[in-house]
């Protein structure tokens, strides 16, 4: 697949520290009491191994049955916490993100509708799983399908000014579970300090995600992530902000795309019916299977809101890149 990728440069650098995802380098709660694992000062660069999101449940060998056996007890495993001297309540840590590695594989699943995860549990009964083959910038889904790379964290963030420990699952205002699929390499974000040190960790990555994840997953990987670190006490926010270079379609350019909206007075269920829509689109002209339609539209669909002023029905389209898809 040829493929056009405009990346914002970044300066040359070597890294100052690596941690490894051995047992003392991670943590599955964000906690401000936990002992940070390393310190550096500001301007250091550290390279962080990551788990993939179950923690090793899921192998190449996992087969889609074994998918409701998923236990979310160490959901995420987040490598860190790392301190950044200087760094105090009220300031901004800044997180460079210089490098994301994958390992040569991935997943994307979805869980039983019973479990009430996803967007759309009620349209699916049984589980579902693909193992995708990630092969240097592309990674190989069914009938040919190829769906472009672009590795990020899902999670990233510092530790909250909130005693005691605190899931992972939901973001927050330190950031967290974002997935925010443009914090890729060239990307700096901006995190709010609530905490002597910042704390930082990060986890969940993936090698791919469609804005929405809606099945739950997008391409979940095991990886490597190489960040520079930074104090800024001259900005103040509230919540995380980032700079990125995108991309903002699947190959970095603009391409062409087939969309499918979905209209109604409340925003969520706009979502799924554009969702729906897609998945009968993949499935009546492109010939997946449902479950294989809402596996690819979490790995490569991107929703956008297009409209939330003309009351009382708001509109959000699907976007899918036809590029994905074999001569």
């Known amino acids: 697949m040829a493929r056009v990728r405009y ?22 709660v964000w906690d401000n009491s936990l002992e940070p694992v390393l310190t550096v000062e500001p301007g250091e660069v550290v390279r962080f191994e990551c788990r993939d999101a179950t923690d090793r449940q899921v192998t190449v060998q996992t087969t889609a049955e074994e998918v409701p056996d998923i236990s979310f007890d160490p959901v995420h495993p987040l490598t860190g916490p790392v301190a950044v001297e200087g760094a105090e309540p009220g300031d901004v840590l800044e997180v460079e993100l210089l490098d994301l590695q994958h390992k040569g594989w991935g997943y994307t699943l979805f869980f039983p509708g019973e479990m009430e995860l996803g967007l759309l549990p009620e349209d699916f009964d049984e ?3 693909h193992i995708w083959d990630l092969q240097g910038d592309v990674g190989q889904f069914v009938d040919g399908i190829e769906v472009p790379l672009d590795p ?37 974000l901006y995190l709010p300090v609530e905490v002597e040190g910042g704390l930082f960790s990060t ?21 490597f992530v190489t960040a520079r670190f930074d104090v800024r006490s001259d900005k103040a926010i509230e919540q995380p902000q980032f700079e990125t270079p995108g991309p903002f379609t699947p190959t970095g350019v603009d391409e062409p795309m087939y969309a499918t909206s979905g209209i109604d007075p409340d925003l969520m269920e706009a979502t799924k019916r554009a969702v729906r ?51």
């Not at 070597?14 to 051995?22: F, K």
């Not at 530790?159 to 699952?169: F, K, M, Q, R, S």
């Not at 914090?183 to 700096?188: D, F, K, P, R």
Request: net charge negative; aromatic share 6%.
């Open 7 to 28: 990346v914002m440069t970044h300066r040359d650098y070597r890294v100052d520290h690596r941690l490894s995802d051995s047992d003392e380098n991670v943590h599955s």
């Open 127 to 129: 589980p579902g799983l």
């Open 152 to 188: 990020f964290p899902g999670v990233i963030g510092v530790a909250p000014g909130e005693d005691g420990e605190i899931g992972t699952l939901p973001p927050r205002s330190t950031g967290g579970n974002m997935d925010i699929k443009h914090l890729t390499a060239g990307s700096t």
């Open 203 to 223: 986890a969940d990555c993936h090698a791919a995600q469609g804005d929405g994840e809606v099945c739950v997953t997008g391409i979940e990987a095991p990886m």
């Open 277 to 327: 829509y897609m998945i009968d689109h993949l499935h009546e002209e492109r010939g997946l299977t449902r479950g294989e339609a809402y596996m690819l539209c979490s790995a490569a669909v991107d929703l956008k809101i297009n409209e939330v002023v003309d009351a009382p029905n708001w509109t959000v389209s699907a976007y899918l890149p036809e590029s994905i898809f074999p001569e």
